[in-house]
């Protein structure tokens, strides 16, 4: 029926973007002193507004409001022809469908008029680490020398894969994952817009399933908007799996109490109801990730409600800090791994055994030579602090933490060593 609300919502001015201050200041104050770069590199994890900001630079750019300052002004003849999609000074290439030296060869035939409409001439190209590498080095060719027309926009999610040849003709910008604070608000902002209702933990559900990304909190409304105009916080948990977020904290409870079989249970509960494992593996990184800021006393780095603070400074208390970070690298590597695997939740179940798995045999999976070996040294005691604060905590619990890490019977690998 109506046009995706991302699309509808899309800011047009400066003042509509949620978040990346540092970014918006930057390009505001390059557009009122009127010192523009050829090229410019926008990094930053998908969905926290790189095409966007793009878009918005060429409209600025060329913008005729005789105010500096307050371009773009979505108003004149240039931002509106930009807001419609109808301007041929603007050529925006995806790197990821159109990876090779063809396209680029065109861009380069075609730089070279001037524009027809507008000032500038402003290429925005999505994706750019894509780009094979003749292709880059056509585009490098072209910005060494680029016309005093043209504008580069180069976005990429993973800038560690674009050559530095590259890298270093661009102004470089960071964009950051938004805010728990800057999501929520943006969408109860949309909800207003759209005549819709939707009760506050809803949207803080939502803001917290986009783990930093407007683009995936926003289309996650609009999934819910479809299915009636009052959004509930139940029907938000039964719309997003968020059934996973219970069984994200029973992963980690599982992780404090080396419960192997409890782990297993909850990551298999969660592929079942539904949960993509892909999606399930990153909260678990995300949740290992805040619970780890908060046993080094971090906790300020991240939003949470009262209620998780509390839940997680429990796990923290429980959770080692080996085992917490070799968990977060296991899970982080099976988010990764999780690409069209015929069979889900193995990377998932694998990270979870390897990390109750003492430190010395974290990279063996087929643990025949395991734990026992580690037994007889008990002057090694890496984290002294940790276990002072542990052992206040849960002090009962204490030596289950130097036996052999898993039950055997939990892991049949385990198992064999024993019989
Ligand atoms: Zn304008």
Known sequence: MAQALYRKWRPQTFDEVSGQEHVLQTLRNAIASGRIAHAYLFSGPRGTGKTTMARLLAKAVNCTNPDLSARPDNTCAICTAIADGRMLDLVELDAASNRGIDEIRDLRDKINFAPGQSRYKVYIIDEVHMLTEPAFNALLKTLEEPPPHAIFVLATTDPQKVPATIVSRCQPFGFRRLTLGEISSRLQHLVDEEGLTAEAGALTLIARQATGSMRDAVSLLDQLAAGGADITLDRAQTALGAGSLRWVSDVLDALGHVDAAGGLNA???????????????????????????????????????????????????????????????????????????????????????????????????????????????????PHPVVEQHQSSMTAPVQPVTQAPALPAESVHTVGAAFS
């Open 267 to 381: 990551i298999n509960h969660a592929i079942d109801s539904g949960a993509d494992a892909r999606q399930f593996a990153r909260q678990i990184v995300e949740q290992l990730r805040a619970v780890m800021l908060i046993k080094l006393g971090e906790g300020r780095l991240i939003d949470l409600s009262n209620e998780q603070r509390s839940q997680f400074e429990a796990q923290a208390a429980r959770l080692e800090l080996d085992r917490l970070t070799r968990a977060i690298k296991l899970f982080n590597q099976a988010a990764s791994d999780l690409r069209g695997g015929w069979q889900p939740q193995l990377p998932l179940e694998l990270a979870l055994i390897e990390s109750l798995q003492q430190p010395t045999v974290a990279t063996v999976v087929t643990a025949a030579v395991p734990v026992v070996r580690h037994a007889p040294q008990p002057a090694a005691k």
